[in-house]
Structure formats: C-alpha cells, structure tokens
C-alpha cells in the first residue's frame, strides 16, 4: 500500500522553528518530486515548496521564501521541510505530496506548487503558531 505520512507538526511560539518529515512507505521516493502544501480553515489547499527527485532542485512560494527551506534523504525514503521565523499566518494543516516522473515541474514556481500534478498524498499534519 502506497503511502506518505507527514509528521513534526504541534505548537510553536511566533518567531521559533519546526522541521516536519515526510515518509513513505509502500514504494520508493527516488523517483518522484515531492511537494509540500498547507491549507488553513475555510482556505484552499496552497503550494509551499517542492523538490526534484534527486533534490538538486527546489522551489518555493514566495510567502515562505527565505524562510522555510526543503530537503530530501532518498536513502531514508524521507523529505523535511524546515520551516524557521513561523507566524501565526503559517498555521495550517500541512500536507506532503509526491508525483512521479515529473521533475521539470521543480523548475517552474507555478507548476511546483499545482496540486493537479500530484499523485499521492499524506493525511497530513497540524502546525499552529501562536503565543
């Protein structure tokens, strides 16, 4: 059974730090691109960031730029995403996503963060910023 399982998230004081985990289980991560994605009460399902296969590659929302940073262990069939300086504005659900074959989409702000493009998701896991 394909599945990714996001973990890492609970509460954090505005200003402090996370790093959430994203793991599969029931195939391998080394050929797909992998894409995390948040959504907030009564809000769409938004793009964060995403990475190449290889992680050579990566892309982020302009919202998170500079803030948050994304990176993958191939050999450990897991991906973070190291989120620092969180606002209550980064509160959400966050949510890991994988789409094989399709690393030209890392290239593109747009296509990265398009959740159509993704085929398998985790349940994903709750962040609240709050003092």
């Known amino acids: 059974q394909l599945q990714l399982v996001e973990s890492g998230g609970g509460l954090v004081q505005p200003g402090g730090s996370l790093r959430l985990s994203c793991a599969a289980s029931g195939f391998t991560l080394d050929r797909h691109a992998i894409g995390w994605f948040r959504q907030a009460p009564g809000t769409e399902r938004e793009g964060v960031s995403c990475?190449?296969?290889?992680?050579?590659?990566?892309n982020y929302a302009d919202t998170v730029k500079g803030r948050f940073t994304i990176s993958r262990d191939n050999a450990k069939n897991t991906v973070y995403l190291q989120m620092n300086s969180l606002s209550p504005e980064d509160t959400a659900v966050y949510y890991c996503?994988?789409?094989?074959?399709?690393?030209?989409?890392?290239?593109?702000?747009?296509?990265?963060?398009?959740?159509?493009?993704?085929?398998?998701w985790g349940q994903g896991t709750q962040v609240t910023v709050s003092s």
């Open positions: 996503a994988a789409a094989e074959g399709v690393d030209f989409i890392t290239s593109d702000q747009a296509l990265c963060i398009k959740t159509s493009l993704y085929d398998h």
């Open positions: 990475i190449s296969s290889s992680g050579s590659i990566t």
